[in-house]
């Protein structure tokens, strides 16, 4: 057997220099400028990848934390008095909960262009910053129309930050890492619910001649996103090219490892031939049936929930406590089903299987008596296993699209869909409709299960893709199939190589050019592989 080491560093020496293809991705332009050798050992890629994962992760971490915060800040006030307070009556209480979302998606367009066209660290720290004040500011509102234009600010910088997360995702990690980076800085969910509860149980004790609580409470969060706010513009890195806290050599390596993922790094070039083929791709619609399914119950759950546990026959105070488990149980669904779907390589079937747990949890809640208060709320916690869905999602999306337009503008789609499911989600629900919230719970059990089928149609149509570019690669004079080293280690990627020269299936790659960093979208590179 040949060394594993003579194997990668043979390969390396053959590749030729990328001089048919035009560099536009600007981590191309950024490795032609830079006289550092590009090849690098797996022991350099993991020292690398620690100081990444200390900088960046925390980072978006916190930014997914206060958004969250601050979005589901009126979930926690709702038990506190806001719809008296503010004389909110009918619907208006659900559309305070609506408008955020409508916000969000009224935006994405002007989001997915911004993503494109400028830095990332730095629209980071000013969305932050904005809706932070705006939250601050909703403290001043007492009434309907105050309380709704300052939501719908709320949501216009919000509309920034899951985007941004997919796309430092996927600008920092390779694709094998992907999965599991996305259920922690979404797993901020679960996080939020602890704190978020823990704090409001505490702010809600506070009794004040010149503030309602829920005033105390907006306030108290939207001031300290504020702050986060100033923490992010100072330390965020725009991309590995420009990570100041990185050495030059380090850059390089960030950098270099990302070339397996064939989706390139960043443009800062808007390309209209990418938003056509977003139009015309099957999987952008896939995509947003999909995550529409998902987002109509978690919108209606996340504005209600609250409410809901209320409605077993718990006082204010004791349904606060009660969302602590059940934030528990989302950062367990989350964390624990990305590393399920990472290892299985299998993230449709995951899907699959998630969906069950939210429906066997819908219907105990639509078929128990309010009276066996242990099993509903049995059922309301089996329903939060809905939150692992959504990242799965996230990260599925953009691991199975290329080229920096079409990822950003398939990305506007796929928030177009969440922020469209979270606006119907909680007008299917009423205050009128308590205790039981029948209509709500039953349009929620008919999106689970169209979820679950959806992902299997998806994994389905990404095998076919998967065909479609073998044959290709054969018509062009490569071998069919095709190692996709963006899902193993460096340290496994000479191992797999040895076992294909042995096996006399060495590939004829090397002589043809390299599209990892041309700004290529996938259905256009005959050598990306599509996960599912």
């Known amino acids: ?22 560099p536009q991705d600007k981590a191309a332009q950024f490795l032609s400028q830079v006289g550092v050798e590009a090849t690098f050992t797996p022991e350099e890629e993991k020292e690398v990848l620690k100081r990444i994962d200390r900088r960046v992760l925390p980072l978006i971490l916190g930014a997914y934390f206060f958004q969250q915060l601050d979005k ?11 719809v008296e307070h503010a004389s909110l009556h009918g619907k208006q209480y659900s559309w305070l909960g609506s408008i955020l979302y409508l916000a969000q998606l009224v935006f994405q367009p002007l989001v997915a262009f911004l993503l494109v066209k400028y830095p990332t660290g730095k629209l980071l720290a000013g969305a932050i910053f904005f809706w932070g004040s705006s939250l601050t500011i909703m403290s001043a509102c007492t009434n309907f129309p105050s309380l709704l234009g300052l939501r719908f600010c709320l949501g216009t910088f919000e509309a920034f930050i899951a985007p941004i997360c997919v796309v430092v995702t996927q600008m920092w990690w390779r694709r094998s890492e992907q999965t599991l980076r996305n259920s922690f800085w979404n797993g901020m969910n679960g996080v939020t619910a602890i704190v978020g509860s823990l704090v409001t149980y505490g702010l809600g004790h506070i009794h004040s001649r010149v503030l309602f609580e829920y005033q105390i409470i907006f306030m108290f969060c939207g001031l300290l996103t504020v702050v986060y706010s100033i923490v992010v513009l100072v330390l965020m890195p725009d991309s590995p090219m420009e990570a100041k806290y990185l050495s030059q050599r380090d850059k390089v390596v960030a950098v270099e490892r990302l070339r397996a993922n064939q989706q390139g790094v960043a443009s800062r070039k808007w390309r209209w031939d990418h938003v056509w083929e977003v139009a015309l791709d099957p999987k952008t619609y896939l995509w947003f049936l999909l ?4 987002s109509i119950p978690s919108g209606g759950i996340s504005t209600f929930g609250s409410l809901i546990v209320k409605s077993f026959g718990y006082s204010a105070f004791a349904a606060i406590l009660f969302n602590i488990p059940f934030g528990v149980i989302q950062i367990v669904a989350i964390i624990g089903s990305a590393a399920v779907a990472t290892k299985w390589k299998r993230k449709g079937f995951v899907i699959t299987i998630a969906s069950i747990f939210p429906i066997v949890g819908t219907i105990i809640l639509l078929t128990v ?11 309301y ?15 599925w999306h953009i691991q199975n699209t290329a080229g920096d337009t079409k990822r950003k503008c398939t990305s506007a789609v796929v928030f177009i869909g969440m922020c469209a499911g979270n606006v119907i989600g ?4 009423s205050t009128d409709q308590a205790p039981e919230y029948r209509p709500g719970l039953i349009s929620n059990l ?12 998806i994994t389905l149509y990404l095998q076919l893709l998967n065909k479609r570019h073998a044959a290709q690669r054969t018509a062009v004079g490569k071998n069919a199939e095709k190692i996709d080293e963006s899902m193993i280690g460096k340290d496994k990627i000479g191992h797999a190589k040895t076992i294909e020269l042995e096996n006399g299936q060495a590939s004829n790659d090397a002589q043809t050019e390299d599209k990892g960093f041309a700004d290529v979208t996938d259905l256009k590179n005959e050598d990306f592989i599509y996960v599912y």
């Open 369 to 379: 008596p309010r009276h066996q208060k242990g099993v509903l709320l049995f059922g």
């Open 72 to 82: 589901s800040s009126l979930s926690y006030v709702s038990i506190f008095g806001i």
């Open 291 to 294: 995550i529409i399914a998902i």
């Open 426 to 429: 909680p007008l299917l629900y």
């Open 1 to 22: 057997m040949k060394d594993t080491t003579d194997v990668i560093e043979h390969t390396e020496e053959v590749l030729p220099p990328q001089q048919n293809l035009q």
């Open 446 to 457: 008919i999106m689970f299960a169209l979820v679950g089928v959806l992902a299997i149609i």
């Open 381 to 395: 916690y089996l329903i939060s296993c809905l939150a692992c869905i959504t990242p799965l999602v996230y990260a």
